[in-house]
């Protein structure tokens, strides 16, 4: 099994650019999430989706943008890269119909800088 | 609002002892409470989980977990440490009432267990 599965791995910008980090599902989970990680401050949501055609934010929503056309995939987009939107990010999912008690699954992260 | 708090950056402990990491919670509800495990370079895994009933829950690893609501406490504890063990441990929480399903992370505690 596949998992979660994120895109690129490691990406380089400079600030201004845009660009999408890719997750993928194959376990028909409803619910993904995406959270950056810094050093010092553990993990913090930036988005969430309960479902396809359903997205919210979360702690740090600001700069990015997220949408769910189908039950599989999450992308996330960076709209205008900044320095301190250099991080790792990470994509996690859980077991339909049980998002509140479930645990999450992760995908192996995508590490970003931005110049 | 959640929050989570693990008070030790660092937990130091000789391979064969038994180690104790630290967490803390905040919820206005009843929660729901998780440690993850992350190794180098790798995503967050899930090690236990407490939803209800028995106080002590055990996980993947040897690894279990004791909830104490007076205290508000969800410690993770292993009675003979691994070198294999050492790894950066998350604690994170989830209030049973809310419908956001958000899961909140502390900062995160590294465990370095010595030969």
């Known amino acids: 099994n596949a998992g979660v599965t994120q895109t690129p791995k490691f990406q380089v910008l400079k600030t201004g650019q845009s660009m999408t980090l890719q997750c993928a599902q194959d376990?028909?989970?409803?619910?993904m999430s995406w959270y950056r990680q810094d050093p010092g401050m553990g993990l913090r949501l930036i988005h969430y989706?309960?479902?396809?055609?359903?997205?919210d934010q979360g702690e740090v929503p600001n700069g990015y943008n997220v949408s769910r056309s189908t039950t599989e995939d999450f992308p996330l987009r960076l709209l205008s890269a900044a320095p301190s939107q250099t991080s790792v990010y990470f994509c996690?999912?859980?077991?339909?119909?049980?998002?509140?008690?479930?645990?999450?699954?992760f995908g192996e992260g995508s590490r970003l800088t931005v110049l | 609002a959640q929050s989570v708090a693990q008070p030790e950056d660092q937990v130091n402990v000789a391979e064969g002892n038994p180690l104790t990491v630290k967490c803390t919670y905040s919820?206005?509800?009843?929660?729901?409470l998780f440690w993850y495990v992350q190794y180098p370079n790798r995503g967050l895994q899930f090690l236990l989980k407490?939803?209800?009933?028995?106080?002590l829950v055990k996980g993947s690893y040897g690894f279990e977990a004791e909830f104490n609501k007076s205290q508000t406490s969800f410690h993770l504890k292993k009675p003979s440490a691994l070198v294999s063990d050492s790894a950066l441990y998350f604690c994170?929480?989830?209030?049973?009432?809310?419908?956001?399903?958000?899961?909140?992370f502390g900062s995160g505690t590294r465990l370095l267990v010595r030969p």
């Open positions: 996690a999912s859980s077991y339909k119909g049980h998002p509140n008690t479930g645990e999450l699954f």
């Open positions: 376990m028909n989970h409803e619910y």
């Open positions: 989706s309960v479902g396809a055609g359903i997205t």
């Open positions: 919820v206005s509800g009843n929660p729901y």
């Open positions: 407490y939803i209800t009933g028995d106080n």
């Open positions: 994170a929480v989830r209030d049973k009432g809310d419908s956001s399903y958000k899961l909140i």
